[in-house]
């Protein structure tokens, strides 16, 4: 439940891979602001929803629900009214401030977007620049933390590549 996207928190039936995505986000941002779960609903659906809507605002989420024809109680309408969209900067503190960058907040504000149509893919999330440091160069080299030779061994992993992806296997 922890993962679930505005739009299967709000029992929307077509839904496609920016679920997926918008987990990732999730999980990302856990690991990045070292808060888990970052978005805790506990027990229900609709506390869920109201964990969700502190994180992406009222305004952004009742767009989404105008957009997809979803309509909530009177009741339910006038709690998640009134939330602001909240920055990402917020979740910076002391503990969390060296696993942060500029990089990393523009992922995430890229993928936990109410709009599950706006959200990046798979895809668009591979291709960002928080990914650069540890993407093919122009040489077919590794730069960042996994630097080596495409094909040659580097410390305890060995490079295999297949298609236009490079994998990693540990050579213990």
């Not at 999730?26 to 809507?53: D, I, Y």
């Not at 969209?85 to 890229?110: G, Q, Y």
Request: proline residues 3%; charged residues 25%.
């Amino acid at each position: 439940r922890c993962y679930k996207s505005p739009e299967l928190s709000l029992r929307y039936d077509y839904y496609d891979y920016s679920v997926d995505m918008w987990a990732f986000g999730c999980t990302f941002g856990s690991m990045m602001f070292l808060e888990h779960p970052m978005v805790r609903g506990k027990g229900s659906w609709f506390n869920q929803l109201l964990a969700t809507v502190q994180i992406v605002g009222s305004d952004d989420l009742f767009a989404v629900m105008r957009k997809l024809h979803i309509s909530l109680s009177e009741e339910q309408m006038a709690a998640l009214a009134d939330f602001p969209k909240r920055s990402w900067d917020s979740w910076i503190n002391d503990t969390n401030r060296d696993r942060v960058s500029p990089e990393a907040l523009d992922l995430i504000s890229h993928l936990m977007l109410a709009d599950h149509t706006k959200r990046f893919s798979a895809r668009e999330a591979m291709a960002h620049r928080y990914f650069d440091p540890v993407r093919d160069d122009e040489t077919g080299g590794r730069r960042g933390a996994a630097a080596g030779s495409a094909g040659s061994s580097s410390g305890s992993y060995e490079y295999v590549e297949e298609s236009a992806y490079v994998y990693y296997s540990s050579s213990d």
